[in-house]
């Protein structure tokens, strides 16, 4: 009986031992789902009967914001922590999914009713009111006077890619025309489990002036660093700018010797890269009071954001 009662304790041990692991693990993940079993009319995608998940797309000519056919309107990229989506329109936004657990959840987004996301749901909602801006960390061209975004694409191709420690979606814009300049532009949108850290690459077909990225703004505080003797920088905001509405902070590093301006926008916080430089990277993140264990005052938040540039400073890419 003694060695029976052994076993079922040893048995114990191992069991909890092995759903502590499970509950532990990491992950990150990226997805393009789009709409099936319909059909297109007067840039709408009209009696769908579901979604299918795809790992390329060349965007449908007929395409636009509110069309339909791609589920929650584009790309989706997540880690344990938040998720992000770009807007595979004219807009080209990004987003952010708040998320209240640390479990995969853009699968399940928007599968039971096309917007749905815009409630408080179990695992989190839609947080960011983007409007006419680049959300967090988008991009797009600043003329001097207004910041262009895609409404002129000849095509745009998009990928995603789901690997061990990493997800990312890798979008191509061919004929990207702002102001009579007219440029193929190659963006990846990069994130690791654990992190709520998106790298952006940026790859340009030809130099331009005014290629640009940017954090709403919502009239919170501001936050900035930039400093001349410093490899990096970074702008970030701070206070109740969620459509809950409650806290979120956001921030954007970026490279000094990449950059022309940083200024005031329209609509942005902008960053201005400068005109030589070809390929260009960034990173950007949010941070959500109701993150597992999220931040919750201005004080933690800039704490958090000064640890990653000191890893930034020290060449410890995010």
């Known amino acids: 009986m003694n060695t029976i009662k052994y076993i079922l304790l040893l048995t114990l041990i191992f069991n909890l031992f092995s759903c502590k692991v499970v509950s532990e693990k990491k992950a990150s993940y990226a997805e393009l789902s789009i709409a099936q079993g319909g059909q297109w009319e007067k840039g709408k995608y009209i009696n769908r009967t579901s979604f299918k998940n795809t790992n390329y797309l060349r965007l449908p000519d007929s395409h636009t914001d509110h069309s339909y056919f791609i589920r929650y309107e584009g790309p989706g990229w997540e880690s344990d922590k938040v998720a992000y989506r770009l807007y595979l329109d004219w807009r080209n936004a990004i987003d952010i999914f708040g998320k209240k657990t640390d479990q995969i959840v853009l699968e399940g987004v928007g599968q039971d009713g096309f917007d749905s996301y815009h409630e408080m749901q179990d695992w989190g909602m839609d947080i960011l009111k983007v409007g006419n801006s680049l959300g967090l960390g988008s991009f797009g061209r600043y003329d001097g006077n207004e910041v262009h975004h895609f409404k002129t694409v000849d095509s745009t191709l998009v990928s995603i890619t789901n690997e061990t420690g990493f997800s990312a979606v890798d979008i191509d814009y061919f004929g990207w025309t702002t102001n009579g300049v007219v440029t193929d532009l190659s963006a990846r949108l990069s994130i690791k489990p654990g992190s709520r850290i998106t790298r952006v690459d940026l790859d340009r ?20 660093t930039h400093d001349n003797q410093k490899d990096w920088g970074y702008i970030a905001t701070y206070g109740k700018q969620s459509l809950v509405p409650d806290q979120l902070g956001m921030v954007l590093f970026y490279k000094m010797d990449q950059v022309e301006i940083v200024k005031e926008g329209l609509n942005d916080h902008l960053v201005v890269f400068k005109k030589d430089t070809k390929k260009v990277s960034y990173y950007f993140a949010a941070f959500w009071e109701q993150e597992l264990g999220g931040i919750t005052s201005k004080e933690d938040f800039v704490k958090h954001i000064d640890k990653q540039l000191d890893k930034l400073l020290n060449q410890d890419f995010l």
């Open 205 to 224: 077909s030809h130099t331009f002036e005014g290629l640009c990225t940017g954090i709403v703004k919502h009239n919170v505080d501001f936050i900035s």
